[in-house]
């Protein structure tokens, strides 16, 4: 980092210089402040990830400084025919428009970072990242943007207040920030950036360039009320709800978030999912309140979060046997949603990083709500992070109180080792539960990594109160190893080649294995902009103690081996359109419990005729012969399943202040030719003469939304839902008949105006 030094101390020099710009962020750089930016121009390949540095496809970066916040343009030279101008949602960082981004490191400390950027077409996005390289894209900040293309160069302009993130406080007159620039040109397939690091990697926050700015501390205050109103066309009802949030910015390193009588009602639809797992399905959160510095709280893994902020608001807990004769009328009534009193979150960064936060649910009918309570410590000592999160919920209509704790740890010793870390503890009804999680990884080089990482959850650990836990029960091992090449001789065909061994072994706590994996994958990159990805598996035989859900009388099942795989092809990009297709074979899977041998295949298409014009299809067909399903206890039953998905979206965009999205998620499953069974003590599944039915579910969550940026942070929601679940016992498998039946009779159809103001 020390080569970097220099650069950061002229530019420290530079930026001392109070500006005063009056910049319009029109994508135009024409201000004559312009000329005295500071300018950068070195950028290295990062896709595919040679490291080399770019000669051509020039990128410049021109940086001012003023004390509202720091302004950005960059110039883009590309031939006109490789340039790819689409608008796209926020955040779609997948779209495939041209774009520049900026990371953020306020602290320069490499715990957090905050990511912007804005496609050539104007469309922009933003979020966090946290752990060297995890990014989340639900947080949306208050910041400008702009796009222009001229012939053979387009421009983008910003400008980020200070205000925009939390920061810690730093002495004297000098900021130590860090921060790194990337670009991403879609019609020729090449990334690159002014660092040698991608938060594909091993390494990311701590590779950044370190800068000086002048110490500025600021102070914001931002009032969003808001009012729905929503018509349940089914119930005939018209709702209507006002409430607000207040975000404000005590100084530079301390924040107050509160909201009163939020509006939780969603105006983005989940995706659609049918699950007959003994797995809970994750949803992400997108509500403001809780996405604004949910960085400091975020403590997770693949398979646990310490803090799941889609349980504030979520299903109540309801004990309906308490009232006598109204039992049959309070099972009949039970809410899917809570309604929150208030929700309050207050965070400062120093030297230890300190959050609270705390909701209060409304009681409803037939229920009490409950309260939810976190606590968050987290520091930095050289390159060691560690930190604690704590979290407690009330819950009045079970008597029960849950408590967790939670100390993790992020180790960098140097920049090719990493090790990570997760220590918990769970209270739930007077009942400790404990888990860890390990992990380690080694980069040496660009073209090599390996990691392993140890998951282990006792029986009683439970999270899920507050946070979410796939399972408990359980000890994992896992690890993989990668092979990468992206240096090839002239004429061939291969941009990058990526090679992956992933191996991992799972028991319960009690040292009975349930299945241990290996699998194969190949990735190939090719220079027309097509990929293939291609994995073969192995699934040793095993135990699966979680899907008969704990019966005694049978609290394993064994499983046979699984073994199959799949292939994924991507078209070459086109101007106007996209496609991939996917194949996959195999008897069960490397996670999964079915028996027979199944099949899926999934195509899709995305056609854009103009830039600000999108329509996409996709269809997925699953077809299983040996799909093993949970009844109850120790009955379960084998069916032919089916499983048809489909997914057709438009999306329409003008000015990158009006969009217009229409959205139908269908799915047919069918399950047929049942066969019951019995599972005994050893996990052996005996045939019964039982009649089960069979199995119809069609379900549709059809949207059309749209939305009007009246000012950043500030919108006009227009929404008309309808969809629901419909689940019957017949032999119907026609596939338009089955995605009729919960458009003919929805369990929901509603019309939705909202508007969320910032003052």
């Not at 065909?493 to 040292?511: A, H, T, W």
Request: charged fraction near 25%; proline fraction near 3%; include cysteine.
């Amino acid at each position: 980092m020390k080569s970097y030094l220099l650069p950061g101390l002229f530019l420290g020099l530079v930026f001392c210089i109070n500006l005063k710009a009056e910049i319009s962020i029109d994508g135009v750089l024409d201000e004559k402040e312009w000329e005295t930016a500071r300018k950068i121009d070195t950028f290295y390949e990062v896709y595919p990830y040679s490291l080399r540095e770019v000669d051509d496809y020039m990128t410049q970066v021109l940086i001012l400084e003023s004390k509202e916040g720091l302004y950005f343009g960059f110039k883009n030279y590309q031939p006109n025919e490789t340039m790819r101008v689409m608008n796209h949602m926020r955040d779609q960082e997948r779209s495939i428009s041209d774009k520049n981004g900026i990371v953020i490191d306020f602290n320069g400390d490499g715990v957090e970072g905050y990511n912007f950027f804005v496609s050539s077409s104007g469309s922009k996005g933003d979020g966090t990242v946290r752990n060297e390289k995890d990014r989340n894209w639900d947080w949306d900040a208050d910041w400008e943007t702009a796009a222009t293309v001229d012939n053979g160069v387009w421009y983008t302009e910003s400008f980020i207040p200070w205000t925009v993130a939390s920061m810690k406080s730093q002495s004297g007159d000098i900021r130590k920030i860090k921060m790194a620039f990337y670009r991403m040109m879609m019609g020729i397939g090449k990334g690159v950036s002014t660092i040698k690091g991608s938060p594909f990697e091993n390494l990311y926050l701590s590779v950044f360039n370190e800068y000086e700015v002048k110490n500025y501390s600021g102070s914001k205050l931002d009032f969003f009320p808001y009012i729905t109103i929503s018509e349940d066309i089914i119930g005939s009802d018209l709702l209507s709800k006002a409430g607000a949030e207040i975000f404000w910015k005590i100084d530079s390193s301390r924040q107050v978030n509160l909201t009163l009588n939020p509006d939780f009602g969603q105006v983005e639809s989940d995706e659609v999912v049918v699950n007959f797992s003994a797995f809970e399905t994750f949803y992400s959160d997108k509500r403001p309140f809780f996405a604004e510095n949910n960085n400091l709280f975020d403590v997770s893994d693949r398979m646990h979060r310490i803090i799941n902020t889609r349980r504030i608001g979520g299903r109540p807990d309801y004990d309906c046997s308490t009232y006598g004769d109204l039992e049959e009328y309070c099972e009949q009534n039970r809410a899917d949603t809570s309604e929150i009193d208030f929700a309050l979150k207050y965070t400062q960064k120093g030297n230890i990083d300190f959050g609270v936060m705390s909701a209060s649910e409304r009681d409803e009918k037939f229920s009490q709500g409950r309260d939810f309570y976190a606590l968050r410590l987290n520091t930095k000592s050289n390159n060691l992070k560690y930190g604690y999160l704590g979290t407690y919920v009330d819950k009045p209509v079970t008597g029960e109180n849950a408590q967790v704790n939670s100390i993790d740890f992020l180790y960098l010793p140097s920049e090719i080792h990493r090790m990570n870390g997760n220590f918990m503890h769970s209270n739930v009804n007077n009942q400790d539960g404990f888990g860890l999680t390990l992990g380690y990884a080694y980069n040496p080089n660009k073209d090599f990594s390996s990691g392993i990482g140890v998951n282990y959850y006792d029986d009683r650990l439970d999270l899920n109160d507050m946070g979410y836990l796939i399972l408990n029960d359980r000890f994992m091992f896992n690890g993989r190893t990668q092979f990468k090449r992206t240096t090839f001789n002239e004429g061939s065909i291969l941009r990058s080649r990526l090679f992956e061994i992933g191996y991992g072994s799972k028991f319960n706590v009690d040292s009975q294995r349930e299945s241990s994996n290996f699998a194969l994958k190949l990735e190939n990159n090719y220079v027309n902009l097509s990929e293939l990805k291609a994995e073969v598996f192995y699934r040793s035989t095993g135990r699966n103690t979680r899907i008969t859900r704990g019966s005694q009388f049978s609290p394993f099942i064994k499983m046979p081996k699984g073994v199959g795989g799949y292939i994924d092809l991507t078209g070459p990009r086109r101007p106007t359109y996209i496609y991939g297709l996917r194949f996959e074979r195999g008897r069960g899977s490397e996670h999964s419990p079915e028996l027979g041998w199944g099949t899926k295949t999934r195509g899709y298409f995305k056609y854009m005729p103009v830039d600000n014009l999108s329509f996409s299809l996709m269809h997925q067909h699953a077809d299983e012969n040996q799909w093993l399903n949970w009844f109850n206890d120790n009955l379960l039953a084998t069916f032919h399943r089916k499983q048809r998905t489909s997914v057709v979206e438009m999306e329409w965009f003008h000015n990158n202040v009006h969009e217009l999205r229409i959205k139908a998620q269908m799915v047919a499953f069918t399950g047929r030719n049942p066969q019951a069974l019995y599972g005994d003590l050893s996990g052996n599944l005996n045939p019964e003469i039982i009649d089960i039915a069979p199995i119809t579910i069609s379900e549709l969550a059809f949207q059309v939304r749209y939305r009007y940026e009246i000012m950043p942070l500030s919108y006009l929601y227009i929404v008309y839902s309808k969809g629901g679940r419909v689940s019957m016992q017949d032999d119907e498998d026609g596939l338009f008949s089955l995605y009729r039946r919960p458009w003919n009779s929805p369990e929901k159809e509603n019309f939705t105006v909202k508007l969320r103001y910032r003052f």
